[in-house]
């Protein structure tokens, strides 16, 4: 028994002496505090009767093989717990309800290893990141079912994670804006009331996200909210094939009080203290309405006006104000100028981001902040599993080293939302072990990761699915052309036009392509040997089935299209050739919708699928 087999790795365990053979009907104590540990011991009298058939009774005070309680005298430090095994019983001491939790997390987790015959040992934890977050993107394109939702807090609260974010664009269903969300299956306010009680008992903040700048084109394109955009006729920008308005106009009152309906629906809905208002990736800044108040004081000082009346409008309504960090880092020496109670976000989702250099401009003007880094599961279809560790771990080390309380795994849906959602399990994974054990980010090849994820998420008894995961996600490694913020592979899918090769780092080649498909046979051959104990057992092989025959048919188009020339479109492959692709791709688009919804909500799927459409209609010429 090793730290290593849990997830997160605790920070310290000790083997000590004999251990425990559990009850098969053991009495589950709570020693302290009912009302507040009563739910978490349902968590693990539930959990402890699906994994070992251990049916426990609970009960206040007195004597039993499991005892849960609540101590901050003798545990100083926040969410921090103590399990002991010994031949007794199981003892977990927790300095909070939340340390409580996390104890009765770990204990189950070695239930899952051991069975009902418990090694004897000692485990002191504590979590070196306050806020250990994930952010799920909601808005490009997929909004999951509230059951898929529920599966998700449970899971991540299982590995520690205590804060969950849903990126919103336009998928809250806000009343008198019907014709913005009538075909994005939107999140109701009753269901945020639902997911944030679910939260809430697992010790997870739900904290309300909603975009208040940029990445309004969802909202734009409608009227009467074109006139809020800073430019109306639309631009060119990276999140949609058309050209589009894109921001609003920082200058224009309306665009507050546009902003402040939505809060006063949004924000009843949650607990938490906080919002993410966003405000990154301002494109169109200064190229429209607001461009005579930018040459005047400048691009990023009308940025930061704006900036400070959300701010305001933030705390009017008693909450703090999250915020993404990218824009007020292209002028550092106005960092000092920020609301002294905002929370700046440094996001970076490369494995070289300069996490160190950028934290450091927020912890200079001692602003609070998280870093942010991701899954890279976008504009992949399998990930991006060098990329992603690396990424994960370089903020989890970088962030801590310069007092970051928080640490947000992010999760995008660029391009569709492609990639089914079990991808995303490595990176969530990860990065739940990094920031609750940042010395594991450290040295994060002592990290088994594989194994974890068989043991945790999979529940692989085989030992399957781990490695596959991981190795699916770097076929993009095996074409020798490495992209940021996505694959080659992705983009073979999805881009039928003809390409500048100049455009293309490295050399993209036949050779790459054949690599490629020689490492998803290897990769993907086990699939059939899982033995996979979750209950969606047949989907997530069906999820991972689609993964690589996505991939297979993109190297399939690569091989075809450089034939002809990339600097050619699709159409220009000889037509014997594109039938036969487009008939893998027609099953490909097929199955693509009949996965969507056995996890996500019908609205976005339309958009989706019509990424991978405008290739299939290239190919049947």
């Known amino acids: 028994m090793r730290a290593a087999d849990l997830l997160p790795p605790p920070q310290q365990l000790q083997l000590e002496g004999p251990g425990l ?4 009907h053991p009495r589950l104590v709570l020693a302290s505090d009912p009302s507040k540990l009563l739910r978490c011991a349902l968590e693990i009298q539930q ?28 545990l100083s430090r926040g969410e921090s717990y103590r399990l002991v095994v010994h031949p007794g019983g199981v003892n977990i001491t927790g300095a909070d309800p939340a340390g409580v939790f996390y104890g009765g997390c770990t204990l189950v987790q070695l ?104 990445h309004m084109h969802r909202w734009l394109i409608h009227e009467p909210y074109r006139r809020l955009a800073e430019c109306p006729d639309g631009i060119d920008h990276p999140f949609s094939p058309d050209r589009e308005p894109y921001g609003l106009c920082p200058t224009d009152p309306d665009s507050l009080s546009f902003l402040a309906g939505l809060y006063d629906q949004l924000l009843p809905q949650f607990q938490s203290g906080q919002i993410n208002v966003g405000l990154d990736e301002t494109f169109d800044l200064g190229l429209g309405r607001s461009a005579a108040r930018c040459r ?10 704006f900036l400070h009346e959300v701010h305001r409008m933030v705390g009017r309504r008693g909450r703090r104000m999250q915020f993404w960090g990218d824009i007020i880092l292209k002028r550092p020496d106005l960092i000092g100028e920020l609301p002294r109670d905002a929370i700046a976000l440094e996001w970076g989702y490369e494995a070289d981001h300069p996490f160190e250099v950028h934290t450091r401009h927020f912890a200079d003007a001692n602003l609070e902040f998280y870093v942010c880094p991701g899954t890279s599961s976008w504009n992949s ?51 739940a072990a990094f920031a609750w054990n940042r010395s594991v980010a450290g040295e994060p090849g002592q990290l ?50 003809a390409w500048p090769t100049a455009r293309i780092p490295g050399t993209l080649g036949a050779e790459g ?4 498909l020689e490492h998803l046979e290897q990769a993907s051959a086990a699939l059939d040997r899982a033995s996979i104990g979750r209950t969606d057992a047949e989907l997530v092989r069906a999820e991972y089935r689609w993964v690589a025959d ?72």
């Open 21 to 24: 053979q559990l009850p098969s």
């Open 47 to 74: 959990a402890l009767g699906d994994i070992a058939g251990v049916r426990a009774e609970i009960v206040a005070g007195g004597e039993g093989a499991i005892t849960l309680a609540q101590d901050s005298t003798d």
């Open 111 to 214: 239930v899952r290893l051991h069975g009902r015959r418990l090694p004897g040992l000692r485990i002191e934890d504590w979590p070196d990141f306050r806020h250990r977050g994930v952010l799920l993107d909601v808005s490009r394109d997929r909004v999951p079912t509230m059951e898929m939702l529920l599966q998700w807090v449970d899971l991540l609260a299982s590995w520690k994670v205590n804060q969950l974010q849903l990126y919103m664009e336009h998928t809250f269903a806000y009343r008198g804006h019907e014709a913005v969300w009538a075909d994005a299956s939107p999140l109701s306010g009753e269901q945020i009331l639902l997911l944030d009680a679910h939260c809430s008992e697992r010790h997870v903040e739900l904290v309300p996200n909603q975009n208040s700048f940029g």
């Open 296 to 305: 005047e004081i400048g691009t990023e000082r009308v940025y930061l006006e």
């Open 381 to 431: 279809i399998a990930g991006r599993t060098d990329n992603a560790l690396g990424n994960l771990a370089h903020a989890a080390v970088c962030g801590h080293a310069a007092g970051a309380s928080g640490l947000l795994v992010t999760d995008w849906g660029d391009n569709g939302h492609l990639q089914p959602p079990p991808v995303s399990l490595p990176g969530f994974a990860a990065g």
């Open 448 to 497: 088994d990761l594989a194994a974890l994820l068989d043991r945790h998420a999979f529940l692989d008894s085989a030992g399957v699915m781990g490695r596959l995961a991981l190795d699916l996600g770097n076929t993009y490694l095996a074409t020798g052309v490495t992209l940021k913020n996505g694959t080659i592979l992705s983009r073979l899918l999805l881009t039928p036009q």
């Open 513 to 516: 392509m054949q690599r490629a």
């Open 550 to 621: 996505a991939l297979e048919l993109a190297c399939r188009i690569g091989l075809a299209r450089l034939d002809v020339g990339l600097d050619h479109p699709l159409e220009a492959v000889p037509e014997p050739v594109r039938l036969a692709l487009s008939e893998a791709m027609r099953r490909l688009v097929d199955g693509h919708q009949t996965l969507w919804l056995r996890r996500s909500r019908p609205g976005g799927l339309a958009d989706s699928a019509a990424r991978l459409e405008r290739t299939l209609r290239a190919l049947q010429g």
